[in-house]
């Protein structure tokens, strides 16, 4: 598998945006897909996850109600719609694929392969 973000900008707080990552590979479908970002001058962080179905999803609680994952396992992509954007949203995001479609997970160890990121800026 490998993967390609994009859809990162300059926004103004408030505002939405929504990210994509492409993915190449047969194994997508049964792949968890998370999504992370690293702000400047900061630890990467997770933000949201998705098992291969797409039923079941989790979320830092930073985003938690403004931002949404989804997959189109048919066109290979995992989308990450963020809506309400805030200033401290600004950041590289990360798409990451776990290719043995374990459990859900919230630590970035856990994904074994990562795309090149998009940045998201977000002003005041």
């Known amino acids: 598998v490998q993967l390609q973000a994009s859809g990162g900008g300059l926004v103004q707080a408030g505002d939405s945006l929504r990210l994509s990552c492409a993915a190449s590979g047969r194994t997508f479908g049964r792949c968890v897909m998370g999504w992370f970002r690293q702000a400047p001058g900061k630890e990467r962080e997770f933000v949201a996850a998705?098992?291969?179905?797409?039923?079941?999803?989790v979320y830092a609680d930073s985003v938690k109600g403004r931002f949404t994952i989804s997959r189109d396992n048919a066109k290979n992509t995992v989308y990450l719609q963020m809506y309400s954007l805030k200033p401290e949203d600004t950041a590289v995001y990360y798409c990451?694929?776990?290719?043995?479609?374990?459990?859900?997970?919230?630590?970035?160890?856990?994904?074994?392969?990562w795309g090149l990121g998009t940045l998201v800026t977000v002003s005041s």
């Open positions: 998705s098992s291969w179905t797409g039923g079941s999803t």
């Open positions: 990451a694929a776990e290719r043995r479609g374990g459990s859900i997970s919230r630590m970035g160890i856990t994904y074994d392969v």
